[in-house]
């Protein structure tokens, strides 16, 4: 904040004194002052992850692209910020606009090899185009080296191909929720806020050199299942009913099955230590409709 003011008080000093000077310098002063503000381009903008890092990002100090398909869409529109379209197999025009500083990746096809196909593309098209930091929401797949799920896979390789580059890069991943009376028994259930995604994401692009080459497995909170029947109900007022396991599709079904056998890495302690807002789980649901009035 301090550097921004004396580069202001500068530019004003300098246009004082040499105010005869050339149209010419007027003009290079102002383009210093607008440059200062960095670009990021966000991959996933009308997503939960996606826009959860955009309300989160300091927009005095960035400014934000959003990426979509069809920047005439409602959706799309109601981000709020600047919208570019473009695909996501062939981004190569997104980053020719303007300089991209930094990336933000969070993809939604659930086909493995059309995910991959996409998360390639963009990845390759940063390093092509000089971007300096590239932030992948990836996920927390419990310490293993391999899943044995093509879609975690697939997403393994995209991680693989960031950490390859020059650029600087920070791999977030995100623990999946688990809720009691869907899955196996366990013996804590671990949670995140969308929002919370946000502002971590928000945070790493804010610190690049403190989260650099870095991948960090996020979590909020950690509960048993007695913890969480007993602050639903404290919160809400209602008793939290156990449901039947629903039936997957094919494709699912397997990741499933993965997460109810494994535990995850993310340690709710460390997280707290990087991240001191992280919401517990209590006080994520008194913000929900759930809460009673």
């Known amino acids: 904040m301090l550097k921004d003011v004396l580069l202001v008080t500068m530019a004003s000093r300098w246009r004082t004194k040499f105010s005869t000077s050339t149209q010419t310098h007027t003009k290079e002063t102002k383009f210093s002052n607008v440059s200062a503000k960095q670009t990021i381009l966000v991959f996933g903008a009308t ?33 709020g910020v600047d919208l570019i379209e473009g695909s996501l197999e062939n981004p190569e025009s997104l980053f020719d606009k303007e300089p991209i500083h930094g990336v933000l990746l969070v993809l939604a096809n659930t086909d493995p090899e059309g995910h991959l196909q996409e998360g390639l593309a963009i990845v390759n098209a940063a390093a092509k185009h000089g971007v300096k930091h590239f932030v992948y929401s990836n996920g927390d797949y419990c310490g293993r080296s391999d899943t044995g799920i093509p879609f975690f896979e697939a997403k393994r390789k995209i991680e693989n191909a960031v950490k390859a580059q020059s650029f600087q890069w920070t791999i977030l991943g995100p623990i999946k929720y688990r809720p009691p009376g869907n899955s196996s028994p366990q013996p804590t259930y671990k949670v995140i806020a969308t929002s919370d995604i946000g502002k971590i994401a928000a945070e790493v692009f804010a610190n690049p050199d403190r989260f650099e080459g870095k991948k960090i497995n996020i979590v909020g909170d950690e509960l048993t299942p007695d913890e969480i029947i007993s602050i639903w109900k404290e919160v809400t007022g209602q008793t939290l009913q156990a449901e039947e396991t629903p039936v997957f599709p094919p494709f699912i079904a397997p990741a499933s099955k993965f997460f ?24 994520w649901l008194q913000q929900t409709p759930f809460a009673k009035k």
């Open 47 to 79: 997503g939960k992850q996606g826009s959860a890092t955009i309300k989160a990002l300091d927009q005095t100090k960035f400014k934000i692209l959003a990426v979509t398909p069809d920047a005439s869409s409602e959706k799309a529109k109601a981000i």
């Open 260 to 283: 109810d056998d494994s535990q995850f890495e993310a340690d709710v302690s460390e997280n707290k230590k990087l991240f001191p807002f992280l919401t517990d789980f209590k006080s």
